[in-house]
Antibody, heavy 122, light 111 residues
């Protein structure tokens, strides 16, 4: 069965960077992409960006352009999301989700990871 | 950005009664492939979101048939034919036709 297992909770200081990983299993990793979505405490869902595992193409939400980088390691079927210059309002649960493999399809988020809480506090 | 407006914000429902959630888009959600990428997600307290419906009306595997989706272009609806206790949570619509955006969420609770 499809599983996405994320790395553990992180506590960071303002200005630092965080890298969250997402290990996929139960499907052919190269045939799909991965999107990252975050949820601030008590708030809704916000898409951050997407990567095609096949060719490494990325799309980032304008809000995070220049501050986020999404990568994949096909040897370990792992996707990672790095967010830099952290602020207190980046405190949120970060989710990875399996997604479209290329632009021939719209985005679809069919399976999600368990979430990783990132707390930014001085 | 495409704005999705969900209503109502809160939906108290009696067990066994139907429930309906509306999602209106600021733009048409028909993609270049002719499909409409409007999905519905359920988020139970303390859990990750779970997709229920994709491309407007297709139920995901394992989703009870009391959940149904309908609509077209800019106006969409999620219906629960008979609400059960396990349906409590927040429901989000999401469009994947352009940069993905989510509706603000509808909290379903039991009266």
């Amino acid at each position: 069965q499809v599983q996405l297992v994320q790395s553990g909770a992180e506590v960071k200081k303002p200005g630092a960077s965080v890298k969250v990983s997402c290990r996929a299993s139960g499907y052919t990793f190269n045939n799909y992409g991965i999107s990252w979505v975050r949820q601030a405490p008590g708030q809704g869902l916000e898409w951050m960006g997407w990567i095609s595992v096949y060719n490494g193409n990325t799309n980032y939400a304008q809000k995070f352009q220049g501050r986020v980088t999404i990568t994949t390691d096909t040897s370990t079927s792992t996707a990672s999301m790095e967010l830099r210059s952290l602020r207190s309002d980046d405190t949120a649960v970060y989710y990875c989700a399996r997604d479209r493999g290329n632009i021939l399809s719209g985005y679809f988020f069919d399976f999600w990871g368990q979430g990783t809480l990132v707390t930014v506090s001085s | 950005d495409v704005v999705l407006t969900q209503s109502p914000l809160s939906l108290p429902v009696t067990l066994g009664q139907p429930a309906s959630i509306s999602c209106r888009s600021s733009q048409s959600l028909v993609y270049i492939d002719g499909d409409t990428y409007l999905s519905w997600f359920q988020q139970r307290p303390g859990q990750s979101p779970r997709r229920l419906i994709y491309k407007v009306s297709n139920r995901d595997s394992g989703v009870p048939d009391r959940f149904s989706g309908s609509g077209s272009a800019t106006d969409f609806t999620l219906k629960i034919s008979r609400v059960e206790a396990e349906d409590v949570g927040v429901y989000y619509c999401m469009q994947g036709t352009r940069w993905p955006t989510f509706g603000g969420g509808t909290k379903v609770e039991i009266k």
